[in-house]
């Protein structure tokens, strides 16, 4: 059989195989360069940048929960300008797609990050965050009211020249009305689904677990609901979806993919194996030729429903 | 200085229950061990135990280069702990390892290690290596009570050993701090190396300030990876918010808000 051709086609940029890594949890790609070639990936989608300096949240910002973790991190990062300067000469030769995910506070402070990347030759794509469930200003309060959705990303489309992703959160009521407003605002991609928001308790002492009291669940217990809402959303527009929450290996991956993903990202599992992601490029292509697959894109929202 | 990090199966070739809560396991590696220093901790899967979503971090308790196998002493705590307690020589485990930094070389001879529970654990490999620099070290270690000392007799190869017992059924009564050498008006140490619960190593930490010693302490936070992506276990430093993992575990005392 000849070899299966994993290479997908995102608004217009190919990607070598469907699997990319989740912002938040692959940090700037050279964090993994001990453990595998990057250029394996379809992409990395790196850790979340803002227009200053951000500290993130205090300690504890974990809690272990059942197939899953809570995360309180907060956006911790250094800011654009050190991203510009000290972070992208060091990653920008990697042989695979950077795209940044873009945070903010005001949607001037998204504006002025994306205007910024958008000058970095190899960031070939953005991903919109407005859906962190972190930050007590911005993030998920621009992903769950519809009309500010339209409005964040319609701003930033403006300014930014290349492929615009945006990333919504699941903690809303309809997730396809979020879908159609961000494509009303311009996106050219959807990655859903961001993390729940969950708390975790400590009986014994009587408190939160997270000094936040709440946090984003991510893992397998999100699974079900994460391709749920790929499902739904594949159905409600257009634009290409970049699915991800809960990806553990190869079989998750192309259940994303027959739901509608026409791209997954690796998450939480990175933590656990930072070999996941290169092993999952390994089952795709073992999959394609049980099942006698050509080309991958055939896989893409194949679910068979009658 | 760079350590080239890997995720191996590991093979369990010894292991041995030291008391009701701790036990420790040897680890072979299939090829030479990359470079490993005193204070780095290896990620540990834990096998068959679904309810345990995420690697459990231990430190490096002692390496054998010659055979390829190092030591993690654990304290069963939770599920995770409770599992690893039930494996057997011969029983593979994936394991990432070496992670973050390493405990300081000391320009002095006049060195204290001080130990608490389970943060023993990277002092007995700090121990080996300071033998090998030619440093003897005074080792203060500090237990429950007299069922739960153990390892004495490894300790002692590398320095002088000082016992404490919260109960007092063996060597002083009471916690670390209390014991006779902190209430002279003099320490006689110029280096502190102290791992253990955070109110010890605090207490600690106070001790070497007011007596003017450096002091390093290795820290115990939560973390998901174990190598800098999750920004879980950050402790607060003179640099802004640090990764305990990467920028840690070991801490000069001076750098951290305490």
Not at chain 1, 84 to 112: A, M, Q
Not at chain 1, 173 to 190: C, F, P, R, Y
Not at chain 1, 229 to 252: C, E, F, Y
Not at chain 2, 90 to 105: A, E, K, M, Q, R
Request: aromatic share 6%; hydrophobic share 40%.
């Amino acid at each position: 059989m000849v070899t299966p051709d994993l290479s997908v086609n995102i608004a217009g940029l190919h990607f070598k195989n469907p699997v990319t890594t989740a912002s938040g949890t692959f940090g700037y790609g050279d964090e993994f360069l001990d453990f595998i070639d990057l250029g394996r990936l379809g992409g990395i989608f790196v850790k979340a940048v803002t227009g200053k300096n951000r500290d993130g949240n205090a300690y504890p910002r974990m809690a272990e929960t059942p197939s899953g973790m809570l995360n309180s991190v907060g956006l911790q990062n250094k800011g654009v300008d050190h991203f510009c300067h000290e972070i992208y000469p060091r990653i920008r030769d990697f042989k695979t797609h950077i795209i940044v995910n873009v945070s903010g506070s005001t949607i001037e402070e998204y504006v002025e990050v994306a205007e910024r990347i958008n000058e970095l030759e190899r960031i070939t794509a953005i991903e919109l965050n407005i859906s962190c469930p972190n930050v007590k200003f911005g993030g998920m309060a621009f992903g769950t009211v519809p009309a500010m959705a339209t409005e964040v990303t319609a701003q930033v489309r403006k300014v930014y020249k290349k492929v615009l992703m945006v990333k919504l959160s699941p903690n809303v009521t309809s997730i396809t009305d979020l879908a159609k407003s961000v494509v009303d605002g311009g996106a050219d991609a959807i990655t859903l689904i961001n993390t729940l928001l969950g708390m975790a308790i400590d009986a014994e002492r009587r408190r939160p677990v997270l000094s936040t009291i709440t946090g984003g669940l991510s893992g397998p217990a999100i699974k079900p609901i994460a391709l749920r809402m790929v499902w739904q959303v594949h159905k409600a527009v257009s634009v290409p979806v970049i699915g991800l929450g809960g990806i553990m290996n190869a079989t998750d991956a192309i259940e994303f993919m027959l739901a509608g993903a026409s791209a997954i990202q690796v998450g939480t599992a990175n933590f656990i194996d930072p070999t996941v992601s290169v092993k999952i490029v390994d089952g795709i292509e073992a999959y394609m030729q049980r099942h006698k697959i050509n080309s991958l894109t055939d896989l893409v929202g194949a679910l068979r429903t009658e | 200085m760079t350590f080239q990090k890997v995720v191996q199966v590991l093979t369990v070739v010894h292991y041995n229950r030291l008391n009701g809560r701790h036990f420790i396991i040897d680890l072979q590696a299939p090829q030479p061990l990359p470079n490993i220093l005193p204070g780095q901790f290896a990620q540990v899967l834990v096998p068959d135990s679904p309810g345990t979503f995420l690697r459990r971090p231990f430190s490096i308790h002692s390496v054998d280069f010659g055979k390829n196998t190092f030591r993690l002493l654990i304290q069963v705590k939770g599920e995770g702990t409770r599992h690893l307690s039930k494996l057997r020589v011969g029983d593979p485990l994936d394991v990432i390892y070496p992670l973050g930094n390493t405990f300081s070389i000391p320009v002095t001879k006049d060195v204290l290690l001080v130990g608490g529970g389970c943060g023993v654990a990277p002092l007995l490999f700090l121990a080996q290596f300071l033998k090998q620099h030619h440093v003897s070290p005074t080792i203060l270690v500090g237990f429950r009570t007299k069922e739960e000392v153990s390892e004495i007799e490894e300790y002692s190869k590398y320095g002088h050993v000082l016992i404490t017992t919260d109960d007092g059924t063996e060597g002083e009564k009471g916690l670390v701090v209390d014991h006779p050498i902190f209430q002279r008006e003099r320490l006689d140490f110029k280096k502190i190396y102290c791992c253990g619960p955070d109110a010890m190593m605090k207490s600690v930490a106070k001790i070497a300030r007011m007596h003017r010693i450096d002091c390093e302490v290795s820290l115990e936070n939560t973390m998901a990876c174990g190598f800098g992506v999750c920004l879980c276990c950050i402790t607060p430093t003179d640099k802004g918010n640090e990764r305990v993992c990467v920028e840690g575990p070991v801490f000069n005392i001076n750098r951290l808000k305490w």
